[in-house]
């Protein structure tokens, strides 16, 4: 694990969202040039879209542009100045060289759960296709297991959504403090399903005392299920995750 001091000095005592702003400006940071980005969605990943601005309205980057993971970091990034791009285009795969986002869990592995906002799909896209994932947090976000802090997201279509959440429910059948459960959002008098970006429903995963098991083969037994479009755990993507902590240090910890 590397590290470096980041200023305020220590004897300051820092708000999360002041740590959100370290760690997103430490990652802008890696920024260079000419480069196609990752745009993250979320509170830290939008620290990250205003200090982008300000250095592409200062000219400190030239030719620099970002392809959105959902619609509110798109109006966000236009609001600031960062030039978009769609992801692909003229019949070939995007070139990314850098993605910025936060999460919402980072295991010892720099596995990820993301998605409690809803645009876990997106994210994972344009993440995926990137050459490098910058993931930045303040430490509240390490966990010794997935699934320990809160929902486990997975992404559905609606046409059966029911359905699909009995398949899911499924995949856990008999595990102690598990249950899931089709995420709704106030309208009018009553509930209605949330609704993401892509027109899909989100279903949340609670576990008790997180995910115990074989990640990549849970991940493979959601992803067979017909109806389920993409989950939330992220495994193997991040390169580097910057943790930012209270004291006003920040630890860069590289993939293996």
Do not use: W
Not at 74 to 87: D, T
Not at 176 to 195: M, Q, S
């Amino acid at each position: 694990m590397g590290s470096a001091a980041a200023s305020p000095p220590p004897s300051q005592k820092l708000s999360q969202e002041d740590l959100k702003r370290v760690a997103a400006h430490r990652a802008v940071e890696m920024v260079e040039p000419g480069m196609t980005l990752g745009l993250g969605t979320g509170s830290t990943a939008a620290h990250a879209l205003d200090r982008l601005g300000d250095l592409l309205r200062g000219g400190a980057l030239p030719g620099v542009a970002g392809v959105p993971t959902s619609l509110k970091t798109e109006s966000h990034a236009a609001r600031v100045g960062i030039p978009l791009l769609p992801l692909g285009g003229d019949g070939a795969p995007a070139r990314i060289h850098l993605s910025i986002d936060g999460a919402d869990e980072v295991d010892p592995d720099l596995n990820l759960v993301k998605g409690r906002g809803g645009s876990l799909l997106r994210e994972k896209m344009i993440e995926g296709a990137g050459e490098r994932f910058v993931v930045i947090v303040d430490e509240s976000k390490l966990v010794p297991r997935l699934g320990c802090t809160g929902a486990v997201p997975v992404e559905v279509v609606p046409f059966g959504a029911a359905h699909t959440l009995a398949l899911i429910r499924k995949v856990f059948d008999g595990l102690t403090g598990f249950h899931a459960r089709l995420r709704t959002v106030a309208k009018d008098a009553g509930e209605a399903p949330f609704v993401t970006d892509n027109g899909n429903y989100i279903v949340e995963m609670f576990f008790d005392d997180g995910i115990r098991g074989d990640l990549r083969d849970i991940s493979d037994r959601l992803l067979r299920i017909t109806g389920v479009v993409e989950h939330g755990m992220f495994l193997g993507m991040a390169t580097t995750v910057i943790v930012a902590k209270k004291d006003g240090t920040v630890a860069i910890i590289n993939k293996k």
